[in-house]
């Protein structure tokens, strides 16, 4: 039940008077950009890298001078970003001192079933009751109490093995517990993953201190700075750029930028190499890079969700739904020193329109360069190699007696199989949505085939592994699932849509 959210809810709700005397909010492009912190192996054993994080309550200097409490893998939000090497393969110790179970997803991850974080693989905290007993309760679905003969659960630390045997590309980690993803990332628990190789590294795009990963989240703070998850706090729905309806998904009116409020970073006049997630629960966005005198700079794009383009393509306008990734090089080079770069959400309003803002504060040499052709290894799968064409829904619906969001007329049930594929196979999935639904593959990538009846637009090139359907939309897609078989998951990347039953299993034979 509501009991959700655990900490979130314990609190009282925030009252009229509270947001009247809310908390103070700085100005637009005065916090520096902060860059997570890159996590350092703790050993090497037989030629894989082992990592240990904490996972526990922190209180996060989010808004100046001001202490939120948040859960953290780490201490920090986001929590420490890791990078690895195409092909090493890692192990990552997570132990969990937080008050609630988790499970770590390495979303993007070419990871065997064991270690791709099944929302029932919890890691249970110290003194937390045996999930077997207890079953797993809704989040105010009802608490259906769902049991899943085939959930591995472990007690304080779990081993998460990596083989990251896959393109290099930016993945991100966060939590994914069943019913309670949405208010577990919300409260922090988020970071970063870079894959790299040596292909890519010779590609001379712009590196080091030029190239900036960028995780974008919105969020709410109440009067005392704590986070708020506006879905448990009707009151919150009043306050504009804010939206708590649980159904709808939520939205924050304070946009972060690597957990700074619409921050700013000093660039040299040159090209950098921007790594743009999208880690908001629900918000989508649509980002330009406007200057001082209102001209829209190109973003030039090298790389989707599952790493770089076969050649550049160059965009004013970026589309992002929640969990997609965008690699981007934008050239400073025309701004003169002084100048101001806003990125804006052109979706937003009022204060969630602002973004982020870069400065130029001074010329440089640039020796980096934007290759016409990036990679050859991208898959080219053509309709005719599909096995089969399979229509999926993504729509509201009735769920244990209330609302709740449906994949093909049914909410998540663990201990159901909704596809089953043949390992290799070759599949087309059209894709149906009501409303806007950033459909996510666990374990492939895909192609774009078809949009809306027609060609892919220019933002669904290359390898993804998260796709927009845009309202009333149907979109086409086509894998391989090849890699390991087992049980994987496909999902609604909304969160609290994902929460709400948008979630079902993939099952590779
Ligand atoms: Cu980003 Cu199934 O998750
Ligand atoms: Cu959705």
Same mark, same amino acid.
């Given at each position: 039940?509501?009991?959700?959210?655990?900490?979130?809810?314990?609190?009282?709700p925030v009252t009229g008077d509270e947001l009247r005397?809310?908390?103070?909010?700085?100005?637009?492009?005065?916090?520096?950009?902060?860059?997570?912190?890159?996590?350092?192996?703790?050993?090497?054993?037989?030629?894989?890298?082992?990592?240990?994080?904490?996972?526990?309550?922190?209180?996060?200097?989010i808004l100046p001078g001001i202490r939120t409490p948040?859960?953290?893998?780490?201490?920090?939000?986001?929590?420490?970003?890791?990078?690895?090497?195409?092909?090493?393969?890692?192990?990552?110790?997570?132990?969990?001192?937080?008050?609630?179970?988790?499970?770590?997803?390495? /979303?993007?991850?070419?990871?065997?079933?064991?270690?791709?974080?099944?929302?029932?693989?919890?890691?249970?905290?110290?003194?937390?009751?045996?999930?077997?007993?207890?079953?797993?309760?809704?989040?105010?679905?009802?608490? /259906?109490?769902?049991?899943?003969?085939?959930?591995?659960?472990?007690? +304080?630390?779990?081993?998460?093995?990596?083989?990251?045997?896959?393109?290099?590309?930016?993945?991100?980690?966060?939590?994914?517990?069943?019913?309670?993803?949405?208010?577990?990332? %919300?409260?922090?628990?988020?970071?970063?993953?870079?894959?790299?190789?040596?292909?890519?590294?010779?590609?001379?795009?712009?590196?080091?201190?030029?190239?900036?990963?960028?995780?974008?989240?919105?969020?709410?703070?109440?009067?005392?700075?704590?986070?708020?998850?506006?879905?448990?706090?009707?009151?919150?729905?009043?306050?504009?750029?804010?939206?708590?309806?649980?159904?709808?998904?939520?939205?924050?009116?304070?946009?972060?930028?690597?957990?700074?409020? %619409?921050?700013?970073?000093?660039?040299?006049?040159?090209?950098?190499?921007?790594?743009?997630?999208?880690?908001?629960?629900?918000?989508?966005?649509?980002?330009?890079?406007?200057?001082?005198?209102?001209?829209?700079?190109?973003?030039?794009?090298?790389?989707?969700?599952?790493?770089?383009?076969?050649?550049?393509?160059?965009?004013?306008?970026?589309?992002?739904?929640?969990?997609?990734?965008?690699?981007?090089?934008?050239?400073?080079?025309?701004?003169?020193?002084?100048?101001?770069?806003?990125?804006?959400?052109? +979706?937003?309003?009022?204060?969630?329109?602002?973004?982020?803002?870069?400065?130029?504060?001074?010329?440089?040499?640039?020796?980096?360069?934007?290759?016409?052709?990036?990679?050859?290894?991208?898959?080219? %799968?053509?309709?005719?190699?599909?096995?089969?064409?399979?229509?999926?829904?993504?729509?509201?619906?009735?769920?244990?007696?209330?609302?709740?969001?449906?994949?093909?007329?049914?909410?998540?049930?663990?201990?159901?199989?909704?596809?089953?594929?043949?390992?290799?196979?070759?599949?087309?999935?059209?894709?149906?949505?009501?409303?806007?639904?950033?459909?996510?593959? /666990? +374990?492939?990538?895909?192609?774009?085939?078809?949009?809306?009846?027609?060609?892919?637009?220019?933002?669904?090139?290359?390898?993804?592994?998260?796709?927009?359907?845009?309202?009333?939309?149907?979109?086409?897609?086509?894998?391989?699932?090849?890699?390991?078989?087992?049980?994987?998951?496909?999902?609604? /990347?909304?969160?609290?849509?994902?929460?709400?039953?948008?979630?079902?299993?993939?099952?590779?034979?």
């Open positions: 039940g509501l009991s959700t959210a655990a900490g979130l809810a314990r609190r009282p005397s809310a908390v103070p909010l700085p100005p637009a492009f005065q916090v520096p950009l902060p860059i997570p912190a890159v996590l350092a192996p703790v050993g090497t054993s037989g030629g894989a890298d082992r990592y240990e994080i904490t996972q526990r309550e922190a209180a996060v200097e948040m859960w953290t893998y780490g201490g920090t939000f986001p929590g420490p970003t890791i990078e690895s090497r195409r092909g090493r393969p890692i192990t990552v110790r997570h132990r969990n001192e937080l008050p609630v179970p988790t499970v770590v997803h390495l /979303h993007g991850g070419r990871t065997p079933a064991s270690a791709d974080g099944y929302p029932t693989d919890l890691v249970l905290p110290e003194g937390w009751p045996d999930a077997a007993r207890t079953g797993h309760g809704g989040h105010g679905m009802g608490g /259906h109490g769902m049991h899943d003969p085939r959930a591995a659960v472990t007690r +304080l630390t779990r081993d998460y093995a990596f083989p990251l045997d896959q393109r290099p590309t930016l993945l991100w980690y966060h939590d994914h517990r069943m019913d309670f993803t949405g208010p577990a990332i %919300w409260r922090g628990l988020a970071g970063l993953h870079i894959v790299r190789d040596d292909a890519e590294d010779a590609l001379g795009l712009p590196a080091g201190r030029r190239e900036l990963p960028l995780m974008i989240a919105d969020r709410v703070f109440a009067a005392d700075g704590r986070l708020d998850y506006p879905a448990l706090d009707p009151s919150l729905r009043e306050r504009p750029g804010v939206r708590g309806a649980f159904l709808a998904g939520v939205l924050g009116d304070v946009i972060l930028v690597n957990g700074a409020p %619409w921050p700013v970073h000093e660039v040299d006049a040159a090209r950098y190499r921007l790594r743009i997630l999208n880690a908001s629960n629900a918000r989508h966005y649509e980002l330009e890079a406007v200057t001082g005198d209102g001209r829209r700079l190109d973003l030039v794009q090298v790389g989707a969700d599952q790493g770089l383009l076969a050649a550049p393509v160059t965009h004013r306008l970026l589309p992002m739904a929640p969990a997609e990734r965008y690699d981007v090089i934008v050239d400073f080079a025309g701004v003169p020193v002084g100048g101001r770069v806003r990125v804006v959400n052109r +979706l937003g309003s009022g204060r969630t329109r602002d973004v982020m803002a870069f400065r130029v504060a001074r010329k440089d040499t640039d020796k980096s360069r934007i290759p016409r052709v990036l990679s050859r290894d991208l898959p080219a %799968w053509r309709r005719s190699d599909a096995a089969r064409v399979r229509e999926i829904s993504f729509r509201a619906g009735r769920m244990h007696g209330g609302h709740g969001w449906l994949i093909d007329g049914k909410p998540f049930d663990p201990a159901r199989t909704d596809v089953t594929v043949r390992l290799g196979e070759v599949e087309v999935w059209r894709l149906v949505a009501d409303v806007h639904h950033p459909v996510h593959l /666990h +374990l492939v990538g895909f192609r774009v085939l078809a949009r809306g009846g027609g060609r892919p637009l220019p933002h669904d090139a290359g390898l993804k592994d998260t796709v927009s359907l845009r309202p009333g939309e149907s979109v086409e897609i086509i894998t391989r699932f090849d890699g390991y078989r087992g049980r994987f998951l496909f999902h609604c /990347h909304n969160a609290e849509h994902e929460d709400m039953g948008m979630m079902a299993n993939l099952e590779i034979v």
